[in-house]
T-cell receptor, first 117, second 114 residues
């Protein structure tokens, strides 16, 4: 069964600094990977997804992530943090060999991003 | 296009009471899901449906029942609520359930069981 580990339940960066949120997955085959963002009191919104095309994936709001098979990682980055980036971020995995994805996503526990002015 | 909607947004129950959460989507999606979100736990799948009239158990199905009588609606029921079911519940839908496609989430229902 696949699993997702997000290192750091809370990450604090200064406005304008680099954002790096870490995600490692465990899967017997290369999975499909997603990053979602949750703003306070809202549902989840897709930031970006990796589906075995380019290993560097660009998403909305200036975020990008790189799939590294050798490190089983899919870390999320943004060159310059903005106050509006403060939110909860979730990494999720869908295993193509586990029900074809029909049985839902497996989520990490989330990382709360704090932006210091 | 409203996307995925959930009712109610908030609810407080007493232990032993029952209730139904309604999820509706207007995107003609086949697949629908119910998750619960607890602090430090991420989202965990409760039940899901791969089409009208079908349901299946997810990771944490105990204490919940679901029904998918119409393609656009997915109902989550709590027959006898327990404090352990205090959580935020999210519904999601997906066009064809394949692993390539994103899931679209509703705004959530915050449930407190006293």
């Amino acid at each position: 069964a696949q699993s997702v580990t997000q290192l750091g339940s809370h990450v604090s960066v200064s406005e304008g600094a680099l954002v790096l949120l870490r995600c490692n997955y465990s899967s017997s085959v290369p999975p499909y990977l997603f990053w979602y963002v949750q703003y306070p009191n809202q549902g989840l919104q897709l930031l970006l997804k990796y589906t075995s095309a380019a290993t560097l994936v660009k998403g909305i709001n200036g975020f990008e992530a790189e799939f590294k098979k050798s490190e089983t990682s899919f870390h999320l980055t943004k060159p310059s943090a903005h106050m509006s980036d403060a939110a909860e971020y979730f990494c999720a995995v869908s295993d193509p060999w586990s029900g074809g994805g029909a049985d839902g996503l497996t989520f990490g526990k989330g990382t709360h991003l704090i932006i210091q002015p | 296009n409203a996307g995925v909607t959930q009712t109610p947004k908030f609810r407080v129950l007493k232990t032993g009471q029952s209730m139904t959460l309604l999820c509706a989507q207007d995107m003609n999606h086949e697949y629908m899901y119910w998750y619960r979100q607890d602090p430090g736990m991420g989202l965990r799948l409760i039940h899901y449906s791969v089409g009208e009239g079908t349901t299946a158990k997810g990771e944490v199905p105990d204490g919940y029942n679901v029904s998918r009588l119409k393609k656009q609606n997915f109902l989550l029921g709590l027959e006898s609520a327990a404090p352990s079911q205090t959580s935020v519940y999210f519904c999601a839908s997906n066009s064809d359930g394949t692993y390539r496609n994103e899931q679209f989430f509703g705004p959530g229902t915050r449930l407190t069981v006293l």
